[in-house]
């Protein structure tokens, strides 16, 4: 076998470090002498027979710390730095383990080590292979009588390093937890780039051991930039060439193909890590140019109980970029370390358990209609040819199975995760269908996320396959997004290499013409990955099962009447894909699914007649044009539209003038606003009738404040009055609130108390099963309940009235702290908006929380020409109607909205925007 030379260092004694390196506690710091074992390399042994050689380790421990206050730790954390830091790297554990026994949590000890020639242990003149590190470890914790129980922590090299200890020691073993790292190279995988570079002959000794190169590279990972003060601290025990070399060693250990001689150990570690079924947490920093998400993914699939957060912001530091102290620390306590049986997991029951519900798989009536030569589903603007293509729901069935067969046949199998890159229409409901009936994970994403939202999604999800149309291949090719690519479309042959093109579409049909399936899926097994809108931070991939799709057709069918027969405009994606499910047919109207905004009051008529629709379904924004658009209506498009007898709009708050409007383009339909999210698309649900209801309740109760003059009196309730009211849960939806405290914070109990303003909080049989690789926030979104319910926290805020029915007040991130109370933003919007020249507004934050000052930005009528102080008139208007104190009022053109919905303000942005225009800066547009 063979390594790469590089010379070793002198040897060199251990010491202990500076004792001003920042957020570093030296007096926890100590030296230790350590025997050398004999232990055959790749034995797997753990320490063998000891030489005649010691080694003076330098490590970081709290035990004795501990020992001084008198408190009995329940294990230790060992956490193995990688290549080139040092112990330095968990600091901000050490300091957050001892701060966490001082308040009565669970005690551990936290031993974190430096690997020989590495920090400030012993240089040792020596090269030592992967194999020699693994024992080198197991002679430390034997020097240390280090029994158990022990969690594993490693980072980089340290995770390989950290696992190899823990498949060597399952007696001492409760808990594994990594950050960034890699335990398999594929030997016809090239490794990452960086490394490849440093590896060169040329390069390897110039660049880690002679110069800092490597050092200096690995610190600028950081996001956001490490301050001076921190890139001093770890780079204090490598000043000079002398004390580089393990670096260097580390570097050139790197097992890059089978005659190297590290990769036997490294085999045998990534092999028996499968065995390893004790609680498990991966932290991950995706935008690391070394260790990708492929790394992550092939870590999920050795240890598939792994839970798993990835960081969207963080690197390779990732114990720089975010606080993983806290979440390391909360998940072991959550997981109940050190006596969790092997194998922990969350056990969740909705409150209203889907398994109690008859179970009908989403392509049930494709299956019973498959005789049947009816429309099933009419797209009025296919992307080839002019006019709309139309389905029998005898074709869709044939499509969907042959299909299936064709995708089984080449290699899509279930629980493959594929990526659908393909716009609303014919080829995506085939597709998905087709995906779900072999049960494989369909990854859906919406184009509106942009280019960077996508990429973010799709990298996120790690899809085996990708079908899309030619824009989505084309942007999965630039961007490099995984997964065997297929097209929807025909493509000449220079352009299906290029864009590394495997099937089309028509070829996966044809060679499932035989329709031979593999048996069906389970209930209980993963269906889908749905992206949120990104509208209130990065979009985040939202799991269903077989089981909870079906629930979300269910309560859609239950509660809107919907069924064989039913002819539906679904003007928004969700719901052209659940036709099918619903057993009604369906007409994706003539649109820019990527801007809503484009639909037309004419192609809503004519997608109505096409299948001589009752129900049709908008986005506001999709909404907006179209009554903004019905001077364009025809006679003959009004008869249409009067046949309409339900209409649905949602994905936003649908304001009352505007159901009204629409109303009067459909005077035979019953206007409905529903309630929902990507995580439960249909919670509450309100008509035109009870908005009106509603409204008429608010205005009198506002006229009594008026009456009693408490509109000039400032309490902490102010700004809670209103919002906009989405009605009452349907049947198998339960809405408790959890109320804001004094610090805008959702800490209150879930209750069902009418006229208190918090966090909305749900449960139903169709709520998601969890948020995708984001165990964090998985757990912020749990509601722990004695009975173990399965309850979702929206990060909406509102409040329950007398009549039981729901407010929404505006997001949780968007409450406004002031010195006065706690102000939500929606129902001082709505006041603003009674003034005729104000078309909307959004009322913001600046300052420290706690002293916020309230900020009022409006888009006007007409609109402005640019960003600007509003008129004293207005301002005085604003500010009259508002009820509660308002620093300033600022008018721009156009307020930044989402692009799924085109209607979510983001006041996030402007809250940003507003502190830097009123500390001087220029008055740009936000």
């Known amino acids: 076998m063979t390594t790469r030379s590089i010379p070793a260092s002198r040897r060199a004694p251990a010491s202990l470090p500076p004792l001003d390196l920042a957020g570093f506690d030296r007096s926890l710091s100590r030296i230790v002498r350590v025997a050398e074992s004999d232990a055959a390399e790749g034995s797997g042994s753990g320490s063998g027979s000891a030489s005649n050689q010691y080694f003076d380790w330098h490590i970081t421990d709290t035990g004795v710390r501990l020992t001084e206050r008198g408190l009995t730790p329940v ?35 936290v031993v974190a080590v430096d690997q020989l020639d590495m920090g400030f242990s012993e240089r040792t003149g020596t090269q030592r292979p992967l194999a020699r590190r693994v024992a080198d470890l197991s002679d430390l914790t034997d020097a240390l009588k280090l029994d158990g129980p022990v969690v594993t922590l490693g980072h980089d090299w340290g995770g390989v390093v950290s696992l190899g200890w823990a498949v060597d020691h399952p007696q001492s073993l409760v808990g594994v937890m990594l950050l960034n790292t890699a335990i398999h190279q594929p030997e016809e995988n090239k490794i990452p780039a960086p490394l490849r570079l440093a590896l060169r002959r040329s390069v390897l000794k110039a660049a880690t051991v002679a110069t800092p190169a490597f050092l200096e590279t690995t610190l600028a990972l950081a996001h956001p930039p490490l301050p001076q003060s921190i890139k001093e601290g770890y780079r204090a025990p490598y000043r000079g060439a002398q004390r580089r070399g393990g670096i260097g060693g580390f570097v050139a250990d790197i097992p890059t193909d089978s005659v190297h001689e590290s990769w036997p150990e490294l085999e045998r570690i990534a092999a028996a890590v499968r065995s390893l079924a004790v609680p498990t947490l991966m932290l991950w920093g995706p935008r690391d140019p070394i260790f990708s998400d492929r790394y992550l993914d092939d870590l999920s699939q050795r240890m598939p109980h792994a839970d798993v957060h990835r960081f969207e912001t963080a690197g390779h530091l990732v114990a720089e970029d975010v606080d993983y102290a806290s979440a390391l620390l909360d998940w072991l306590d959550e997981r109940g370390l050190p006596n969790a049986p092997p194998d922990a997991r969350d056990v969740d029951v909705a409150s209203v358990d889907s398994s109690a519900l008859a179970f009908q798989p989403l392509w049930h009536h494709l299956d019973e209609q498959r005789e049947n030569d009816e429309t099933a589903l009419v797209e009025m603007a296919p992307p080839s040819g002019s006019a709309p293509l139309i389905l029998s729901w005898r074709q869709l069935a044939t499509r969907v199975r042959q299909l299936a067969a064709g995708l089984n046949q080449i ?139 079906a629930a979300v057709t269910a309560a859609l069918a239950a509660q809107y009447t919907i069924g064989i027969g039913t002819g539906l405009v679904a003007g928004f994606a969700p719901f052209a894909l659940l036709a099918p499910a619903l057993g009604a047919r369906s007409v994706t109207p003539a649109m820019d699914v990527t801007s809503p905004k484009t639909l037309t009051a004419q192609a809503v008529a004519a997608a109505v007649a096409a299948v001589d629709a009752t129900v049709v379904f908008l986005s506001p924004a999709a909404l907006t044009n179209v009554v903004a658009t019905a001077e364009t209506l025809t006679p003959t498009d009004h008869r249409a539209l009067a046949g309409v007898k339900t209409f649905l709009s949602a994905g936003a708050p649908v304001s009352e003038p505007l159901l009204a409007a629409a109303s009067r383009l459909m005077p035979a339909a019953s206007a409905h606003t529903p309630y929902g999210m990507t995580e439960g698309l249909l919670m509450t649900d309100i008509s035109l009738a009870g908005i009106r209801e509603a409204s008429g309740a608010l205005e009198v109760e506002l006229e009594l404040e008026v009456k009693l003059e408490l509109e000039v009196e400032v309490t902490a309730d102010a700004g809670a009055a209103g919002g906009v009211c989405v009605g009452r849960p349907n049947a198998t939806t339960r ?179 507003a502190a830097r225009i009123l500390a001087g800066g220029r008055m740009a547009q936000p």
């Open 735 to 913: 809405v408790l609130v959890s109320a804001l405290d004094s610090a805008g914070a959702a800490s209150g109990q879930p209750l069902n108390q009418a006229g208190v303003t918090g966090e909305i909080v749900v449960s139903a049989p169709h709520l998601k099963s969890h948020y995708d690789r984001l165990w964090i926030t998985n757990r912020a979104s749990r509601v722990n309940t004695p009975q173990n319910e399965r309850w979702h926290r929206t990060g909406d805020v509102g409040h329950l009235d007398t009549a039981g029915r729901l407010w929404i007040e505006g997001r949780l991130p968007h409450v406004v702290v002031t010195a006065f109370g706690v102000v939500t933003p929606v129902g001082v919007e709505q006041r603003v908006e009674t003034d005729a020249t104000i078309a909307r507004s959004a009322l913001v934050g600046v300052g420290p929380r706690g002293t916020q000052q309230l900020v009022l930005i409006v888009e006007t009528v007409p609109n402005a020409r640019r960003a600007a102080l509003a008129s004293p008139e207005m301002a005085a208007a604003a500010r009259v109607l508002a009820r509660v104190p308002i620093a300033a009022v600022l008018v721009v053109p156009h307020l930044p909205t989402d692009i799924r919905h085109n209607s979510k303000i983001d006041r996030t942005r402007l809250s940003i925007w």
């Open 75 to 109: 294990g230790t954390i060992l956490c193995v730095h990688g290549n080139p830091t040092w112990s330095y790297l968990w600091r901000r554990l050490v300091a957050a383990s001892l701060r966490a026994a001082g308040t009565g949590s669970a005690v551990w000890r």
């Open 411 to 549: 290699g899509v199998c279930a629980g493959d995760r594929v990526s659908l890159l393909v716009p609303p229409g014919a080829d995506l409901t085939a597709v998905l269908y087709a995906c779900l009936r072999i049960g494989a994970i369909v990854v859906v994403a919406d184009a509106g996320l942009g280019v960077r939202g996508l990429t973010r999604a799709v990298r996120g999800a790690r899809p085996d396959h990708v079908i899309g149309a030619t824009k989505g291949l084309l942007a999965a090719r630039v961007l490099g997004w995984p997964g065997h690519k297929i097209s929807v479309e025909s493509l000449t042959a220079p352009v299906r290499v290029a864009l590394q093109v495997e099937y089309v579409l028509a070829e996966v049909e044809a060679l499932g013409r035989d329709e031979l399936l593999p048996p069906q899926p389970q209930r209980h097994d993963t269906a889908a990955v749905l992206f949120t809108s990104g509208s209130t931070g990065p979009a985040k991939g939202v799991v269903y099962t077989h089981d909870q799709l």
